[in-house]
């Protein structure tokens, strides 16, 4: 159960290249015995992250492949 602040944030690494970044304060259900388990279920989060951010990016890769090279320029994003 996600309890508090949470943030996605996007960090720039370059021109071409950013990193996605996910924070919450997370709140561990089940006692003990979800405290005992909960390296197991973050595994499990942490990969269902990976692979929903991992189809993000070929989404955005082929969403970018496929634009008119006019419509292409990192310029217009960043109001120049």
């Not at 950013?18 to 909960?38: H, Q």
Request: charged letters at 25%; a positive charge; aromatic letters at 4%.
């Amino acid at each position: 159960v996600v309890r508090g602040a949470s943030e996605f944030r996007v960090e720039a690494l370059g021109p071409d290249r950013s990193r996605v970044v996910y924070a919450a304060e997370v709140e561990v259900p089940g006692g003990r015995l979800g405290l005992a388990l909960w390296p197991v279920a973050r595994a499990a989060i942490a990969a269902g992250f990976g692979r929903s951010l991992t189809t993000l990016a070929g989404l955005v890769e082929r969403d970018a492949a496929a634009r008119p090279p006019d419509l292409d320029s990192t310029s217009s994003t960043r109001g120049g």
